[in-house]
Every structure is written in C-alpha cells, then in structure tokens.
C-alpha cells in the first residue's frame, strides 16, 4: 500500500487565492482526519470524517476553511480566500475503523501564503 | 479540555544511552495513547500505541507504559543511535473514533 498520498507536497500562493489541498486516504480506512501544524500552535485537528461524513469540525478555524469528502478515497481541504496566517503544514491521516487502530499520516502539504 | 504536555522540550544525548520522554494528561478518561516519530520535513509516524486497558506495549528497542490514574506516558528508548534523532510527538484519544490531541513533541538528538 502506499500509505496516505497528499498533493501538492509544497504550495506557495498569493493572499486572497483559493487554496485546494488533496489527500487519498489509505485503501479500506474509513476515517480520515485532517491536521494543521504549526511552531505556535504545534499539531491541531481541524476536522475528521467517519464514513465520509464529518463528525467534528470544531477544529476548523473560520468560514474560510472548508472539507470535503466525496468518496471514500479522497478528500480535499479548501481555503479561500487564503491569508498569510494560514501558513503551516497540512496532514491528512487516516485509520481503520476498529477502535484500536493508529492513524496513518501523509507525509504533508506545506503551505505558504504571502 | 484534555491538555497533553511533554517534557522535556528538547533533549542531547550521547549515542548508547538509555532515555525517557516523559507525555502528562489531564484527563485521565482516555481511550488510548499513541507515540509518534517526526523527522524534519516529514509527516508522522506511528511508533506505539497503548489502548487504555494496558499498562504497557513494546516495539524492538523502545517501550512505552501509561499510568491512567496519573494521567503518564513514558516512552523509553534503549542504547539510543544517531539515527533516534527526531521529534517524539504523544498524543491522547479521549473516545473510541474521536479527535487526537498532541503534546508539542520533545526533540530528540543523539550525537555520535
């Protein structure tokens, strides 16, 4: 298995643009979480899906933030319009659905908005 | 809130050590406790996790145990290499299928 895939793997960009980041979740894992990283703030969740519905949100910082999961092998976070704040790195993780199991990181988006 | 905090912030040690990080809880009602790698640049990875149920769990040279009424977590790293070097991230699930929450990571190097 190729574990989770995230593109891009670096994104610089304008601020005001829209910001689309992407993730394919491990085949046969049916949650998927998506984190922000930063120095300031460290790892923090911003939202996560069961079964391709989102279950807690509460993570996601403002309106501007928004998550999708159409299916059950892909995922996007969009941000729009993007400020320079938003500046981090962006993981996707996902698990199987058994209590037990660990999450799974992608490997990251870093994200740069100026 | 669960607040998860680790110390130390960061640590050097010499190659051959033995060594502790130490991951503290608030709250003790925790569904399981999950230690991870981070290199620079790169994601997370999964080194060992304890379901709430254990006391602890051990993977080749490292060993983790949880104290649940105290709200602790050590990770133990045995004869440490250069190649150990990297953050050390805990983290806590407070339910079965919910959010983790992070300690800020002790980072780690061994020098050769």
């Known amino acids: 298995d190729a574990g989770v895939i995230q593109s891009p793997r670096h994104e610089v960009t304008e601020m005001g643009q829209e910001v689309t980041l992407r993730c394919k979740p491990i085949s046969g894992h049916n949650s998927l979480f998506w984190y922000r990283q930063t120095m300031m703030r460290g790892l923090e969740l911003l939202i996560y899906f069961n079964n391709n519905v989102p279950i807690d949100d509460s993570g996601m910082p403002e309106d501007r933030f928004s998550a999708k999961m159409p299916n059950a092998s892909f995922s996007t976070l969009k941000i729009q319009p993007s400020e320079p704040r938003d500046s981090a790195v962006y993981f996707c993780?996902?698990?199987?659905?058994?209590?037990?199991?660990?999450?799974?990181f992608g490997p990251g988006t870093r994200l740069t908005v100026l | 809130k669960q607040e998860v905090t680790q110390i130390p912030a960061a640590l050097s040690v010499p190659e051959g050590e033995n060594l502790v990080l130490n991951c503290s809880f608030t709250?003790?009602?925790?569904?399981?406790l999950q230690w991870f790698r981070q290199d620079p640049g790169k994601g997370l990875t999964s080194l060992l996790l304890i379901q709430s149920s254990q006391r602890e769990q051990t993977s080749g040279r490292l060993n983790a145990s949880l104290d649940k009424s105290s709200g602790r977590s050590t990770l133990y790293i045995a004869a440490s290499q250069p190649g150990d070097s990297a953050t050390y991230l805990c983290a806590v699930e407070e339910s079965s299928g919910s959010r983790l929450t992070f300690g800020e990571g002790t980072q780690l190097t061994v020098n050769p």
């Open positions: 993780a996902s698990r199987p659905t058994s209590s037990y199991n660990e999450q799974f």
């Open positions: 709250d003790s009602a925790i569904y399981n």
